[in-house]
């Protein structure tokens, strides 16, 4: 049995993510020790932001760029690619971070807390959520005087499942799928034994509607995407495009734009900000192109940048 470091991995996958894989990256790399950043065809800038923060960054740290270029629309292929992902570590803590995802990296919910979790020896597996930002960065009200209201409405934060996300390595776990209702996702299959434990702080903020609608639709009907709709339809895109007309609507844009726009306005008010969201970087959070807009306190319609590629496009 090879012989592992005693430091964290960082298990990464990625997926036409450009807007956030070197924020994201950025957020993360004083906490682990080593980072697998596997991208799965994407169709954007994603692979050359990882190249950029790697480095710029990353010299000093093992920084594995590979390629997984299955279609993980089809079959257990999600849970293959983090199993492929896996194979590639080489700590002894395996951390895994979703590249869409901003790390606290100071106060009390700071991301460096898990260096202190891996040194307890009671546990092998920690859980722990996020926070889900609906809206975007600017369109929220702050409970908290001391920081500016960025907008004319109460967009903001929910938390997202206490999922595992820190284990202790082991040469017999692996992903697989598993049936949710109508939903197909991966599951962990941790080793007998292993006795887990809950981390109370959320150090991370998933930038769940900060991306194309394009990609929010697209993303809406990923895990719905069962064997029967496989053996129905030729392909994911097709598949995409039947459920999108059974809505009402002739484009994923159109689509995806109605569930933020929906989302926002059903659940906004609820999700004024109470809790401290510390993001070290969060200027560059400025930049984003996909801003929702308001007619006093309803959310009306969602700027979109330029296309710039073919969301559904896999090389």
């Known amino acids: 049995m090879k012989i592992r470091m005693l430091g964290i991995?960082?298990?990464?996958?990625?997926?036409?993510?450009?807007?956030?894989?070197?924020?994201?990256?950025?957020?993360?790399?004083?906490?682990?020790?080593?980072?697998?950043?596997?991208?799965?065809?994407?169709?954007?800038?994603?692979?050359?932001?990882?190249?950029?923060?790697?480095?710029?960054?990353?010299?000093?740290?093992r920084f594995v760029l590979d390629f997984y270029e299955k279609d993980t629309f089809v079959g257990d292929n999600l849970a293959e690619m983090n199993n492929y992902a896996l194979s590639k570590t080489e700590g002894e803590w395996i951390f895994?971070?979703?590249?869409?995802?901003?790390?606290?990296?100071?106060?009390?919910?700071?991301?460096?807390k898990i260096r202190e979790a891996i040194k307890r020896k009671d546990a092998d597996i920690f859980r722990f959520g996020y926070w889900n930002l609906w809206g975007d960065p600017f369109h929220?009200?702050?409970?908290?005087?001391?920081?500016p209201e960025y907008g004319p409405t109460g967009c903001g934060f929910e938390m997202q499942g206490l999922e595992q996300r820190l284990f202790r390595f082991d040469e017999s776990f692996r992903y697989s799928m598993t049936q949710y209702g109508e939903h197909f996702w991966e599951r962990p299959n941790f080793p007998s034994g292993f006795k887990q434990e809950y981390l109370e702080f959320v150090p991370g903020v998933h930038m769940q509607t900060v991306k194309p609608s394009e990609v929010i639709a697209r993303r809406y009907f990923l895990t719905r995407y069962g064997p029967k709709e496989r053996e129905t339809y030729k392909t994911f895109l097709d598949f995409v495009m039947s459920e999108v007309r059974k809505e009402g609507f002739i484009t994923p844009l159109e689509f995806g734009k109605f569930l933020l726009i929906n989302k926002v306005n059903k659940q906004g008010k609820k999700f004024e900000r109470e809790y401290p969201i510390l993001l070290e970087s969060s200027d560059l959070l400025k930049n984003s192109p996909y801003?929702?807009?308001?007619?006093?306190?309803?959310?009306?319609?969602?700027?979109?940048?330029?296309?710039?590629?073919?969301?559904?496009?896999?090389?």
């Open 9 to 61: 991995s960082a298990l990464v996958r990625c997926k036409d993510e450009e807007d956030f894989v070197y924020l994201s990256l950025l957020s993360i790399k004083d906490v682990v020790d080593e980072i697998i950043f596997i991208d799965n065809a994407s169709c954007d800038n994603s692979v050359n932001q990882a190249k950029k923060f790697r480095d710029s960054h990353f010299k000093s740290k």
């Open 96 to 112: 895994k971070w979703d590249v869409d995802t901003i790390a606290q990296t100071k106060g009390d919910h700071s991301l460096h």
């Open 140 to 147: 929220f009200i702050s409970n908290n005087k001391d920081e």
């Open 291 to 315: 801003l929702f807009l308001f007619e006093e306190n309803t959310c009306i319609d969602r700027t979109e940048p330029i296309k710039r590629f073919n969301y559904f496009e896999l090389k």
